[in-house]
Nanobody, 123 residues
Framework: QLQASGGGLVQAGSSLRLPCAAS????????WGWFRQVPGKEREFIAA??????????YYTPSVQGRFTMSRDNARNTVYLQMNSLKPEDTGVYYC????????????????WGQGTQVTVSS
């Protein structure tokens, strides 16, 4: 089970950190992803930490590259999405997910999902 939190209403230019804590099982060898969804649209890929042979690699969608940072804490079974310089277009419900598929930029690549946390950025 995944639990995302940390969302809220902030002004443009602000920062938020979204934790996603796992319980019930460990996901140390799984890929982790963050997705964003706005009403009427499909979930959009934001960032992922992908498990490789001996290390992991982090990927970002271009619109958040340089502003968002995804990290993981295996000891706490938690991943984080640090969001800086927030823009109104970053508004949406943010979901964390875990899985082991090669489709790590797509929602279908993840088996486990958190419940989502709302982020609203005002201009």
């Amino acid at each position: 089970q995944l639990q995302a939190s940390g969302g809220g209403l902030v002004q443009a230019g602000s920062s938020l950190r979204l934790p996603c804590a796992a319980s019930g099982r460990t996901f140390s060898n799984s890929n982790w992803g963050w997705f964003r969804q706005v009403p009427g649209k499909e979930r959009e890929f934001i960032a992922a930490i992908v498990w490789g042979w001996s290390s992991s690699t982090t990927y970002y969608t271009p619109s958040v590259q340089g502003r968002f940072t995804m990290s993981r804490d295996n000891a706490r079974n938690t991943v984080y999405l640090q969001m800086n310089s927030l823009k109104p277009e970053d508004t949406g419900v943010y979901y964390c997910a875990a899985g082991n598929s090669v489709y790590y930029t797509e929602a279908r690549g993840y088996k486990y999902w958190g419940q989502g946390t709302q982020v609203t950025v005002s201009s």
